[in-house]
């Protein structure tokens, strides 16, 4: 026998009581790691299938799994609620008798859910490695920088607008509810960018540059009164300053890898090889793909246009593989198929792979938080701030 085996078994067969639904206590035990342990790592997939059936059944009702749509489908095959990042939050707030709300998706999703979720509901990511690489590409301190350069720039009646895309951590969206700024999702920041003009002069969009630029566009606002700001090297060329001066809204030079693949020359290619076929993009791709496709909108968007189709439609479709594969698989009346042809998932969501899954499934069932995501009070407050005001629309 293996010491992994050892290992494994007495993780089954340690008797620690599982936590009465009434007693809803706060856990001194959480611990955070990206390492898994070994016996985990080497399950087949059917142990691994038993084990998370069995901790789930055991859990029942005190735990809810969120699968985000770019998950892989051997994760969202387990998700009790499927969706985009927002509607997974408000759905987790919608679920009081959840003690445990283990988030299949990203670290700022997850940290959306514990924004949003009542202060007993722990919100855990199995892999905390799942980040995003946008929301990785503005941080705290380079925001505050870029408000600083922006407010000697424009003065006191300066009327800049803090906008935030969903994408990014909890303390930006903080600033944003401290700033008198406000959060959007790719659903609604055209929605979201109207609201920012009428309560200032102009706005500063982070960390999606071509979500920004996409929706300013949509707006009205034309290119030249746009800026983009690269937080690496502010300021770095000639005229920075006088097109900041200009600019209506200031974009973050920031943008999604998995979107950025796919270009005008794969919407060619599929409009020639399949006439009439419908090109479908999500907001996160470059402007001139998105001016080219017939429709673009966010993931729940994409999901509704191929639902809502009739048998024999064709679609091309530029988001994340996992999702494009799966409405394929679930509408085979249609011709779905991914505008880029090299198949690349995002390659953080797929951090979470169903070992990880199984391993803070069957701590939960012993009494023991794994990679919990907790975002502190002040910063909470300020995030919701933001939250509630997109809310408001
Ligand atoms: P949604 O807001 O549509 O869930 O998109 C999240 C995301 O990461 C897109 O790349
Ligand atoms: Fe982030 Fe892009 Fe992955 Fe979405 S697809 S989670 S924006 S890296």
């Known amino acids: 026998m293996t010491l992994q085996t050892t290992c494994a078994e007495s993780q089954e067969t340690r008797i620690l009581p599982l936590l009465s639904p009434h007693t809803r206590v706060k856990h001194d035990l959480s611990k955070s790691s990206d390492t898994i342990p070994q016996y985990y790592a080497q399950m087949s997939g059917n142990e691994l299938d038993r084990r998370i059936s069995a901790a789930r059944a055991t859990l029942a009702e005190r735990l809810v799994i ?6 892989r489908d051997e994760i969202i095959k387990y998700a009790d609620l499927r969706g985009d990042s927002f509607k997974l939050s408000q759905l987790a707030a919608a679920r009081p008798q959840a003690d445990y709300i283990v988030f299949c998706g ?6 959306s859910a514990d924004i949003l979720s009542a202060a007993y509901q722990k919100v855990i990511l199995p892999n905390p ?46 600033f944003c509810g401290r700033n008198g700024g406000i959060v959007c999702t790719s659903s609604n920041a055209p929605a979201v960018i109207a609201w920012a003009f009428r309560h200032g002069k102009r706005v500063l969009f982070f960390p999606d540059e071509h979500l920004g630029r996409n929706t300013a566009l949509t707006y009205g606002i034309a290119e030249e009164h ?11 060329t000639e005229n920075a300053e006088e097109e900041i001066e200009r600019a209506k ?31 479908l993009v999500h907001p996160e791709c470059r402007h001139e793909v998105v001016a080219t496709a017939d429709l ?29 594969h799966r409405l394929a698989t679930e509408h085979p009346e249609q011709l779905i198929f991914c505008l880029d042809p090299i198949v690349c998932p995002c390659s953080t969501m797929y951090r979470i ?36 005001r997109m809310l408001a629309l």
């Open 226 to 236: 746009m800026a983009v700001w690269n937080p690496k090297d502010p300021l770095a």
């Open 66 to 71: 969120l699968g985000h749509h770019y998950q």
């Open 249 to 279: 809204i200031i974009l973050w030079k920031g943008y999604c890898s998995t979107h950025m693949r796919f270009s005008v020359q794969q919407i060619e290619k599929a409009r020639a090889e399949y006439p009439g076929i419908n090109v």
């Open 353 to 388: 792979h169903p070992a990880y899954l199984a391993w803070v499934l069957e701590a939960l069932v012993h009494g023991e938080v794994i990679n919990q995501v907790s975002v502190d009070e002040e910063t909470a407050h300020w995030a919701r701030v933001a939250l509630e």
């Open 129 to 174: 490695s799942a980040g995003c690489s946008m929301a990785d590409m503005a941080n705290i301190a380079e925001v505050e920088e870029c408000w600083q350069i922006l407010s000697d720039i424009f003065g006191e009646d300066a009327g800049i607008i803090p906008v935030t895309y969903m994408n990014s951590a909890a303390n930006l969206k903080a």
């Open 296 to 324: 673009y909108g966010s993931t729940e968007f994409i999901i509704q246009q191929v639902e809502k189709a009739p048998a024999g439609t064709q679609w091309a479709i530029g988001t994340e593989i996992n999702l494009v």
């Open 106 to 111: 990203v670290h700022f999703m997850a940290e």
